[in-house]
């Protein structure tokens, strides 16, 4: 069995975080996004923010490619800071109009929160961007093993998420083709307003979801041929290794990063 984190016969992979065991990454996200969430005072902000801008730059995240994995969630940012903006209440008027007011309050909160998400975000995303999606459900089923002697399907619940996150690109290119037909054929995608666009987008669902059910087929009869039962253990092409040296080292340095935001904090 080749370790996941082995480039011998493939192509090296481009950083250090990419070849990085899932688990380490997986446990260091899921810590890092939990201290976002408790960001306070602008200490914690500059560490919680320095620790993602090194991992981006170690990762070699393109920055087209970073800012494309986030724009879908800038929706649900905006919105957010909006609700803290205008329901925070507390400290001097800032500005009003009719019933609304904005108060010092609010604008602290709505600059808060939004840091907060922001940086949970950019975790995810660096997550997301480093790790492969077969790689990323063995770390997690590996993760939550102990979970199976509570009975816990764990092995079921990593596949349906290995197929999830293939599911996902793929659902997002036949998206695009079933786009590039409908304009051919003169529907029109741009320069409308929200319930002109969601309108528009509606004849897009049938071929969408015929296309995912042809998938779903397609895979069903694969796992079938191949004997799949979903009980009995279960090997891996790849196996996941822990590499003393590169991966202890992620882990100190996680390590190190909750003791000083813990530090910062009190």
Same mark, same amino acid.
């Given at each position: 069995?080749?370790?996941?984190?082995?480039?011998?016969?493939?192509?090296? @992979?481009?950083?250090?975080?990419?070849?990085?065991?899932?688990?380490?990454?997986?446990?260091?996200?899921?810590?890092?996004?939990?201290?976002?969430?408790?960001?306070?005072?602008?200490?914690?902000?500059?560490?919680?923010?320095?620790?993602?801008?090194?991992?981006?730059?170690?990762?070699?995240?393109?920055?087209?490619?970073? @800012?494309?994995?986030?724009?879908?969630?800038?929706?649900?940012?905006?919105?957010?800071?909006?609700?803290?903006?205008?329901?925070?209440?507390?400290?001097?008027?800032?500005?009003?109009?009719?019933?609304?007011?904005?108060?010092?309050?609010?604008?602290?909160?709505?600059?808060?929160?939004?840091?907060?998400?922001?940086?949970?975000?950019?975790?995810?995303?660096?997550?997301?961007?480093?790790?492969?999606?077969?790689?990323?459900?063995?770390?997690?089923?590996?993760?939550?093993?102990?979970?199976?002697?509570?009975?816990?399907?764990?092995?079921?619940?990593?596949?349906?998420?290995?197929?999830?996150?293939?599911?996902?690109?793929?659902?997002?290119?036949?998206?695009?083709?079933?786009?590039?037909?409908?304009?051919?054929?003169?529907?029109?995608?741009?320069?409308?307003?929200?319930?002109?666009? @969601?309108?528009?987008?509606?004849?897009?669902?049938?071929?969408?979801?015929?296309?995912?059910?042809?998938?779903?087929?397609?895979?069903?009869?694969?796992?079938?041929?191949?004997?799949?039962?979903?009980?009995?253990?279960?090997?891996?092409?790849?196996?996941?290794?822990?590499?003393?040296?590169?991966?202890?080292?992620?882990?100190?340095?996680?390590?190190?990063?909750?003791?000083?935001?813990?530090?910062?904090?009190?």
């Amino acid at each position: 069995m080749a370790p996941y984190a082995s480039s011998r016969g493939r192509r090296a @992979a481009p950083s250090v975080v990419h070849r990085l065991d899932p688990r380490v990454k997986i446990v260091g996200t899921v810590a890092y996004m939990a201290s976002c969430l408790l960001v306070r005072g602008p200490a914690t902000c500059a560490l919680a923010a320095a620790c993602a801008l090194a991992a981006i730059a170690l990762a070699r995240i393109p920055r087209r490619q970073l @800012a494309r994995q986030m724009r879908p969630l800038a929706v649900f940012v905006a919105v957010t800071a909006l609700v803290n903006l205008l329901a925070a209440d507390g400290g001097a008027v800032v500005a009003s109009w009719g019933p609304w007011a904005i108060r010092e309050g609010g604008v602290e909160a709505a600059a808060m929160y939004t840091v907060r998400f922001l940086l949970l975000l950019l975790g995810g995303a660096v997550l997301v961007l480093t790790t492969a999606p077969s790689a990323l459900a063995a770390g997690l089923e590996d993760l939550l093993s102990p979970l199976e002697r509570l009975g816990v399907p764990v092995g079921r619940a990593a596949l349906v998420v290995s197929i999830a996150l293939r599911f996902v690109p793929a659902l997002a290119r036949d998206a695009e083709a079933v786009v590039s037909a409908q304009t051919a054929r003169g529907a029109d995608f741009e320069g409308k307003g929200p319930l002109a666009y @969601a309108r528009a987008c509606i004849p897009l669902a049938v071929p969408l979801f015929a296309s995912a059910l042809r998938r779903a087929d397609a895979l069903g009869r694969a796992i079938d041929a191949r004997g799949y039962t979903g009980t009995g253990p279960r090997t891996r092409f790849r196996e996941l290794r822990f590499h003393a040296r590169r991966d202890g080292t992620a882990a100190l340095l996680v390590a190190a990063y909750l003791v000083a935001f813990a530090a910062l904090s009190l």
